[in-house]
């Protein structure tokens, strides 16, 4: 075992001693050490309740014949996060979310790990971490919210994205303070990661198609004592891993990578999932072009309707029988590779034979998808060189082709506050720039934004591009990640109000109506702001990321 290193053999025995001191018996340290990586916290609803999640794991080592170990890790909830200075703070947490477990995992010699995440940037900083360490590792998430009850409409199902829309809606005189308040009270009803398809489900719901958790783990709510069962399994699974030696980079092929691929685009996952897929392929040792993202994209249909796009929630994909039943359908037009390992130790092949679609309106069969191409796509043209990311499931069909006068923005704040002080016209294209990785720095998520957008009913009326990010519960024409991004002079620093913007989906293009010559020509006068953050850990993240199309990750 990895972990006799630090406690077998005479020398030794000072190792033994702290062990001791906490409590372990010698009958512990013949066994195996099952690190859990703990991220529960007070501060996100989807991690309020992971210290009972965890508490399973270990009943579920305990009785495989492991010992737990568990250890904290750091987590940032985005929605508490967003539209002020903390945002910047999200995307960077994955590095050090990946490093700490590295850290813990190397320095105390694990034999095996349990990786408990729920939310955004948890989920695949603890992959990138698996992918890295290649030391036995299973994953069991904290599970999904239920959605909430509209307060007036009781068969009307709401969640967080209701309540930042609400607000636009307040802005936009089109609602009043006390129907917001009830809303607010509604919204979100249970701990969990938030309802809908955002970057946590969508995350979560990948660890399954990658063959990294568990079938359940990204779609049974967190309130089910399912969830608690599933934990349970999961610390067992994680010693039979161990005995068997399957490791991540055994299960996470590139062959993996493009199942997970699929199946985000059958569920029209959040465009985060373009970032921290290419940053965990990285860590795995598997290049990952962007091009592959349309190239699955256009082979495969968008099965599934979840909120933001739809009215579905997680729960509703849980219930019409979760990730293996989506699997299942697309295996029917080969878009599956069903000899792909999981970490059950049987191939998707033989788990797929077991799952069933119980509702064929939550989960579509591939004769009759809500769209022919999958959730999301790279676009390409002079105004991103290196490519640019839209959730095109969730955008009006007018919106799929858009030209329109550029209205130029230097950060969020300037943008929200002329979107709710009611000074966008319609047809405009909003340019948010200089809040890339280095940037902002952080590539901070848009969705207060974009949600007043939608809110104020501009949606099918207003495209927003930046080199920012969107939160998976953007809805309407928002195109994220333009690389290379304003802060490394990428063409969008040299965009002007006015400048025409062209954006066509269909042919995957983007573009302003500006030569080549004209754009290198204001680009040459292109001087580099001043480091919005100029000291601590923003600063060193500013220095070291790369672009959003290489993952956003550290040289």
């Given at each position: 075992m990895k972990s006799d290193m630090v406690k077998k053999g005479i020398d030794r025995a000072p190792h033994r001693a702290l062990f001791k001191a906490m409590g372990y018996t010698n009958t512990e340290l013949e066994k195996p050490l099952i690190g859990i990586a703990n991220s529960a916290n007070e501060i996100i609803p989807g991690h309020i309740h992971l210290n009972r999640i965890v508490e399973a794991v270990k009943a579920g080592i305990y009785m495989a014949g492991g010992v737990p170990v568990e250890f904290g890790t750091i987590g940032v909830c985005d929605g508490i996060a967003m539209n002020h200075e903390g945002m910047k703070y999200s995307l960077a947490s994955r590095e050090l979310i990946a490093d700490s477990i590295e850290v813990m995992a190397m320095a105390h010699a694990f034999d095996a790990l349990v990786l408990v995440p729920n939310c955004d940037k948890i989920v695949p900083g603890m992959l990138m971490a698996a992918a890295r360490l290649d030391i036995p590792a299973i994953f069991v998430s904290g599970g999904p919210m239920l959605a909430g009850r509209h307060p007036d409409r009781a068969d009307e199902k709401i969640d967080l994205i209701t309540v930042f829309e609400a607000a636009g809606a307040v802005h936009a005189g089109k609602m009043d303070m006390e129907e917001l308040s009830r809303i607010e009270d509604q919204a979100c009803p249970t701990c969990g990661s938030c309802a809908g398809m955002f970057t946590a489900n969508s995350m979560n719901c990948l660890t399954e198609a990658i063959g990294m958790a568990l079938p359940g783990n990204g779609t049974i709510p967190a309130v089910m004592a399912a969830r608690i069962r599933l934990a349970k399994e999961t610390g067992m699974q994680s010693v039979r891993i161990l005995e068997k030696g399957i490791t991540p980079r055994q299960i996470m092929t590139k062959q993996a990578f493009r199942n997970a691929l699929a199946v985000d685009m059958a569920l029209g996952c959040s465009t985060n999932t373009v970032l921290?897929?290419?940053?965990?392929?990285?860590?795995?040792?598997?290049?990952?072009?962007?091009?592959?993202?349309?190239?699955?994209?256009?082979?495969?249909?968008?099965?599934?309707?979840?909120?933001?796009?739809?009215?579905?929630?997680?729960?509703?994909?849980?219930?019409?029988?979760?990730?293996?039943?989506?699997?299942?359908?697309?295996?029917?037009?080969?878009?599956?590779?069903?000899?792909?390992?999981?970490?059950?130790?049987?191939?998707?092949?033989?788990?797929?034979?077991?799952?069933?679609?119980?509702?064929?309106?939550?989960?579509?069969?591939?004769?009759?998808?809500?769209?022919?191409?999958?959730?999301?796509?790279?676009?390409?043209?002079?105004?991103?060189?290196?490519?640019?990311?839209?959730?095109?499931?969730?955008?009006?069909?007018?919106?799929?082709?858009?030209?329109?006068?550029?209205?130029?923005?230097?950060?969020?704040?300037?943008?929200?506050?002329?979107?709710?002080?009611?000074?966008?016209?319609?047809?405009?294209?909003?340019?948010?720039?200089?809040?890339g990785p280095k940037g902002s720095p952080g590539m901070r998520e848009m969705?207060?934004?974009?949600?007043?957008?939608?809110?104020?009913?501009?949606?099918?009326?207003v495209a927003l591009i930046t080199d920012g990010r969107f939160s998976g519960g953007t809805r309407?024409?928002?195109?994220?990640?333009?690389?290379?991004?304003?802060?490394?002079?990428?063409?969008?620093?040299?965009?002007?109000?006015?400048?025409?913007?062209?954006i066509d989906i269909a042919n995957k293009k983007i573009e302003v109506r500006l030569s080549d010559e004209e754009i290198k020509s204001r680009l040459s006068e292109w001087k580099q702001p001043e480091p919005r953050i100029t000291k601590g850990y923003m600063r060193r993240y500013a220095q070291g990321v790369l672009s959003a199309s290489e993952g956003a990750v550290f040289k």
């Open positions: 921290h897929l290419s940053a965990i392929s990285q860590e795995a040792g598997i290049p990952f072009d962007l091009k592959t993202v349309n190239e699955v994209s256009e082979r495969t249909p968008n099965l599934c309707f979840l909120s933001p796009a739809g009215k579905d929630h997680v729960e509703d994909l849980d219930r019409a029988g979760g990730i293996y039943a989506v699997l299942k359908e697309l295996s029917g037009i080969g878009a599956i590779n069903g000899d792909c390992m999981t970490v059950t130790g049987q191939p998707v092949k033989e788990i797929m034979k077991g799952a069933v679609n119980r509702n064929p309106e939550v989960i579509r069969g591939v004769d009759n998808p809500f769209h022919q191409e999958g959730g999301l796509a790279v676009l390409y043209g002079n105004l991103a060189p290196g490519g640019c990311v839209v959730k095109q499931s969730a955008l009006s069909e007018k919106m799929r082709f858009h030209e329109g006068p550029a209205r130029i923005f230097e950060s969020e704040e300037d943008a929200t506050e002329a979107i709710t002080g009611g000074k966008i016209n319609k047809g405009e294209v909003l340019i948010i720039r200089y809040e969705l207060t934004p974009t949600s007043a957008i939608a809110g104020m009913g501009l949606d099918t009326d309407g024409a928002c195109i994220g990640h333009v690389s290379p991004e304003a802060m490394e002079g990428g063409p969008i620093a040299a965009l002007r109000d006015g400048d025409s913007i062209l």
